[in-house]
């Protein structure tokens, strides 16, 4: 489908049943091309479904929270027309919502719109909690469209933002949709046709004012079609394209800098062809390098915006064209006697402006540039230090991609630095000691400060903990410091697939150990869904990601190393999800990754009576196959789902391989290792087939796919042949592959 009218702009408040031709798309699933799509019509019809409910409850306050672009714009859109106050919040979480409700302006029961399947919590009345998707499965009478709907005062409206503060409580700012609105009107005379050239796809959250703006505003207001549901992995942009090159390929991206470092940071990551791309980023801080970086994968260089939920939009840049950043047209800054940012413009009500918390430099002309957080001014051995200036430093060192120094105190108050190393500085430092590397980086900074204020202790993560807006969560990186450091920092991960009642008490049994417990519902049924949506709730240490559709048990365990790998994870138990293995076996294994790191610690199943003797039939086969392609008869068993798995090598392996999405990802991975020069350590684990227990392999659908992918590797192993037989011949697979111990 080929749009290339371009409409006329009507804001949220100023739109009439015939601002636009009934079948107008607005909305699309998936790709451009792909459909379905949602119309001008069906905004109409549903708005005023939506308003039905919402006329039938006196309730003056709703929170708001739908992850579905358009179940968002039709709720947001019709809790206006009925002249209810909003209440926004990204987070979700019973107890955050209670917290919420009990700081309402009265003593009203507050109606909770949703499209996520949650459990019911202290706090949340009967009935209180509304499912939007169900109000909205239609269908509906073709005279609801008909209707005229109610006109939205912007300058009555009501939008009450909830952040979390240092707190970690609800946080609010008061909105209306009249600051919202002058803000799209700016940013349309800059960028419109920009906008309307292009179809839209967002990563971030329209529960923020930036996601808010960008990702339903502008679009609707200027009749740019939406993708219904937010990019989630990079891997996504790839399916955008329609291979035409025509205008259906052309998006406008609307993201934050740690989403785009994730997509090009990945070795090797390839172009991601779209057609004359527009990139909006926000949210943090978007390093030039990475700039860079994104102008050669997507093919645009990043236009950044700088703004805050209290000032909305500030100011923009692209930073190829230099670091200063230029105001708003109608947003006026100047600095108190701190230094701080004072910004002035129509979207703040106080006449006498905002006081921000950055500090800057004001320029002759006009633009300014960022020197940091105010609160980032410390004072060490009494020396007055600033912790973007130190970090800028490291960054110009050429070795580094990421920094955040941040102050400790023991007995005294000194400073820490977290370090990513780029491409060039892995390559550097791959085998120094660490000791030796924090002396090249202090001598470094010997070069532009006192030796007090150089950082006394250094740590070298993978990667640095961000929020959902890529902001750096300086309390994690504290924590690094704190006392000795682990050598590993484990988790477990659960791929599920309608695995609700088997579920449960694997996690009850996991949650003792304290650690992340990644959830993956690979397109479950509804059943498992209330499982999860209560496991989530009852256990903090959950994290669960979901799946819109069953994509295999190799797609999800992949998805979940991907969130192993941004939580900065060492180590992963994978654990099957039906119940058949032995949990008491996983203090065991947690602990010989803690004794050996760098290898894969293998589960061999030592099978009770209820084992089918096809299943026993089957291993041997794999087994045998697993033996040749490897050249080794010390891998004990290639198909147990109980394994501890090294994230970093095993996310490498995800990004780098095309590998089986179904049950012979579990064979093609150990290939894979053990291929790579990996230890493999095995131990026995009890293995049972309950009577009642759910089992995902399709006998005849996954041997196929199995045999198929035994194939290509065998394919694969005729190049490594030379270095499998000399691997043989040393006798390396004695020092602790295929062991069983």
């Known amino acids: 489908m080929t749009d290339t009218?371009?409409?006329?702009?009507?804001?949220?408040?100023?739109?009439?049943?015939?601002s636009r031709p009934g079948d107008t798309v607005l909305c699309y699933e998936g790709s451009w091309?792909?459909?379905?799509?949602?119309?001008?019509?069906?905004?109409?019809?549903?708005?005023?479904?939506?308003?039905?409910?919402?006329?039938?409850?006196?309730?003056?306050?709703?929170?708001l929270h739908c992850e579905d672009l358009w179940y968002f714009l039709i709720a947001f859109t019709a809790l206006l027309q009925c002249r209810k106050t909003i209440l926004l919040t990204a987070n979700i979480s019973p107890g955050y919502i209670a917290e919420i409700r009990a700081g309402g302006a009265d003593a009203s029961p507050i109606p909770f719109l949703?499209?996520?399947?949650?459990?019911?919590?202290?706090?949340?009345?009967?009935?209180?909690?509304?499912?939007?998707?169900?109000?909205?499965?239609?269908?509906?009478?073709?005279?609801?469209?008909?209707?005229?709907?109610?006109?939205?005062?912007?300058?009555?409206?009501?939008?009450m933002m909830y952040t979390s503060g240092t707190t970690g409580r609800p946080k609010v700012v008061q909105q209306r949709l009249t600051e919202f609105e002058i803000d799209n009107v700016f940013i349309l005379s800059k960028w419109g046709e920009e906008f309307q050239k292009r179809k839209l796809v967002s990563t971030v959250s329209q529960h923020h004012i930036y996601g808010l703006l960008f990702s339903i505003l502008l679009p609707f207001t200027t009749a740019v079609p939406f993708r219904r549901n937010r990019i989630e992995y990079p891997e996504e942009f790839e399916t955008l394209a329609g291979g035409s090159g025509g205008p259906e390929d052309s998006y406008m991206i609307i993201t934050v800098p740690a989403f785009l470092k994730r997509s090009v940071e990945r070795e090797n990551a390839p172009s991601f062809n779209l057609r004359s791309p527009w990139i909006f980023t926000s949210g943090g801080v978007l390093l030039p390098e990475l700039a860079k970086r994104t102008d050669e994968v997507f093919g645009f260089w990043p236009l950044e915006v700088y703004g805050s939920t209290e000032t909305s939009g500030i100011a923009y840049r692209q930073s190829r064209d230099g670091l200063q950043w230029t105001p708003f047209d109608n947003c006026k800054v100047r600095l108190n006697e701190e230094g701080c940012l004072v910004?002035?413009?129509?979207?703040?009500?106080?006449?006498?402006?905002?006081?921000t918390g950055d500090l800057a430099d004001i320029l002759e002309d006009g633009r300014f540039i960022l020197k940091g957080r105010a609160d980032s001014i410390v004072k060490i051995e009494g020396k007055r230090i600033s912790l973007p200036e130190l970090e800028s430093r490291l960054l110009q060192s050429g070795l580094v991609s990421d920094v955040c120094v941040v102050p400790l105190e023991d007995h005294r108050q000194y400073l820490g630095a977290a370090l990513v190393f780029n491409r060039e500085g892995q390559e550097k430092f791959r085998t120094t000691e660490k000791y030796l590397v924090n002396r090249y980086f202090h001598e470094y900074l010997r070069g532009f400060f006192e030796n007090t204020v150089i950082p006394r202790k250094w740590r070298y993560p993978d990667s640095l903990p961000l929020d959902a807006q890529g902001k750096?969560?300086?309390?994690?990186?504290?924590?690094?410091?704190?006392?000795?450091?682990?050598?590993?920092?484990?988790?477990?991960?659960?791929?599920?697939?309608?695995?609700?009642?088997?579920?449960a008490p694997i996690v009850e049994q996991l949650y003792a150990f304290g650690l992340p417990i990644i959830l993956i519902d690979d397109g479950s049924d509804g059943e498992t869904k209330k499982y999860l949506a209560k496991l989530t709730g009852d256990f903090p240490e959950t994290v669960l990601l979901t799946l819109e559709k069953n994509r295999g048990k190799g797609a999800a365990v992949s998805a979940g190393i991907e969130k192993a790998h941004e939580l900065a994870l060492t180590h992963v138990l994978q654990?099957?999800?039906?119940?058949?293995?032995?949990?008491?076996?996983?203090?065991?294994?947690?602990?010989q990754s803690r004794l050996h790191p760098e290898a894969l610690i293998c589960g061999y199943p030592e099978f009770?009576?209820?084992?089918?003797?096809?299943?026993r039939k089957g291993r041997r086969i794999a087994n045998t196959w697993v033996g040749i392609l490897t050249l080794s008869r010390d891998i004990t068993d290639a198909m147990c789902g109980f394994r501890v798995y090294p994230v970093k090598p095993f996310w490498e392996i995800c990004r780098r391989h095309h590998l089986d999405q179904r049950m012979g990802f579990d064979i093609e991975v150990l290939i894979l290792f053990y291929w790579k020069g990996f230890s493999l350590l095995f131990h026995p684990v009890t293995v049972g087939y309950p009577r009642d227990g759910v089992s995902n392999f399709h006998m005849v659908r996954d041997n196929i796919r199995i045999s198929w992918m035994f194939t290509r590797r065998f394919f694969g192993m005729i190049p490594r042949l030379p270095r499998l037989i000399r691997r043989r011949k040393e006798g390396l697979d004695g020092k602790g592959e295929g062991v069983k111990v």
């Not at 910004?343 to 006081?355: E, L, N, R």
């Not at 654990?575 to 947690?590: K, M, N, P, T, Y």
């Open 114 to 159: 949703t499209d996520q399947d949650i459990p019911s919590a202290a706090g949340d009345p009967a009935g209180q909690t509304i499912y939007v998707p169900a109000l909205l499965a239609g269908p509906f009478e073709a005279k609801l469209a008909a209707e005229t709907p109610p006109v939205i005062i912007a300058d009555e409206t009501v939008i």
């Open 343 to 355: 910004i002035q413009s129509p979207y703040i009500k106080d006449t006498a402006g905002f006081t």
């Open 608 to 615: 009770d009576e209820s084992v089918p003797a096809s299943r």
């Open 33 to 63: 091309q792909g459909g379905p799509y949602k119309t001008w019509s069906d905004f109409l019809g549903e708005t005023a479904a939506m308003r039905r409910i919402i006329e039938a409850d006196a309730a003056p306050q709703w929170i």
């Open 472 to 503: 750096k969560k300086r309390n994690e990186i504290q924590a690094l410091f704190a006392g000795k450091p682990e050598s590993i920092k484990p988790g477990f991960l659960i791929p599920v697939y309608n695995h609700g009642r088997t579920l």
């Open 5 to 18: 009218h371009i409409p006329t702009a009507f804001s949220l408040s100023r739109f009439t049943p015939s």
């Open 575 to 591: 654990i099957d999800a039906d119940g058949q293995h032995d949990i008491s076996r996983a203090g065991f294994f947690l602990e």
